[in-house]
């Protein structure tokens, strides 16, 4: 049992988890690289029972804030300049970093056990006028959307990608990808 809202997923029907876990954790969320509420979001992230946390515009004394998470989700890895702190109980075996324009990505990250997780942190369609329009919808349709459809592993897609579901951008990575809705 995976509860997942709200993202996306994908099972592939080619493979499956193994071990099938009776049930998986996962949580986002974006700091808002302004917030200085350290003691608040670790107070808050161990009672949620995650096994795989995903923190977005985690910058400035973030990372170093966030290392006692490390105790109870061993496997961390950080990617400082897009704002990505990532914590797992369930060890990593690969990770691909894919920076697109000048501050944001996805990170592919391989669990074992068969379960592929892409945290995505999208330019908002405003950001830095034409130039982060088209990072958005490079990240979007071309990352999310195109590269999905041929993942060989069960996958699910997490983050905030400045978009609505309704929005034509998200509508189209959805039919590109193959991905679901998990709401």
């Not at 709200?6 to 690289?33: C, D, E, H, K, W």
């Not at 068969?114 to 130039?131: F, I, M, Q, R, T």
Request: charged content about 25%.
């Amino acid at each position: 049992w995976i509860e997942i809202r709200p993202f996306f997923y994908r099972p592939s029907p080619a493979a499956t988890i193994s071990p099938s876990p009776t049930s998986l954790r996962l949580i986002t969320f974006n700091l808002r690289r302004h917030n200085q509420s350290h003691e608040e979001v670790l107070a808050f992230l161990p009672g949620e029972g995650a096994d795989v946390a995903i923190l977005l515009e985690a910058t400035g004394d973030w990372p170093t804030a966030l290392k006692p998470l490390e105790s109870e989700l061993p496997h961390h890895l950080s990617f400082p300049v897009q704002g990505f702190e990532i914590f797992s109980r369930i060890p990593i075996i690969d990770h691909e970093l894919r920076a697109v324009g000048k501050e944001r990505g996805d990170v592919r990250l391989s669990l074992e056990g068969g379960l592929d997780l892409y945290a995505s942190h999208a330019y908002p369609w405003k950001a830095h006028v034409e130039e982060g329009l088209a990072w958005h919808n490079e990240q979007l349709l071309e990352h999310l959307g195109t590269e999905m459809a041929d993942a060989p592993r069960p996958l699910v897609v997490m983050g905030d990608l400045n978009a609505s579901l309704w929005s034509p951008t998200c509508r189209e990575m959805l039919r590109r990808s193959g991905l679901r809705d998990a709401q």
